[in-house]
């Protein structure tokens, strides 16, 4: 599966931003996919997820309330809706995908890193 991340920009605080990852090479519906997030100095960690059918998802805490994944089936993309930002929203954003119709598939498909960047 091939991914390309888009949306990320700079946004002040209190704002929104939407980002997309179009997702190609395999069949979309088979994957689950995320959002991870890496800010400077601190690790990778998982901001959200949803299953192959869309049917369950998952949110970090830290971003519960004001994030909403989405998943377009017919165009292969997956989406996070994310309001209400803040300063510690700052991070690259990656999507990701992993084979949704075995359990315990690592997220093996990774796309390149989209920039966040919330002002105070």
């Known amino acids: 599966v091939q991914l390309q991340a888009f949306g990320g920009g700079l946004v002040q605080a209190g704002g929104s931003l939407k980002l997309s990852c179009a997702a190609s090479?395999?069949?979309?519906?088979?994957?689950?996919m995320g959002w991870f997030r890496q800010a400077p100095g601190k690790e990778r960690e998982q901001v959200s997820a949803?299953?192959?059918?869309?049917?369950?998802?998952y949110y970090a805490n830290s971003v519960k309330g004001r994030f909403t994944i989405s998943r377009d089936n017919s165009n292969n993309r997956v989406n996070l809706q994310m309001n209400s930002l803040k300063p510690e929203d700052t991070a690259v954003y990656y999507c990701a995908a992993r084979f949704g119709l075995s359990a315990g598939s690592a997220w093996a498909y990774w796309g390149q890193g989209t920039l966040v960047t919330v002002s105070s």
């Open positions: 090479g395999r069949t979309f519906t088979n994957y689950d």
């Open positions: 949803i299953s192959w059918s869309g049917g369950s998802g």
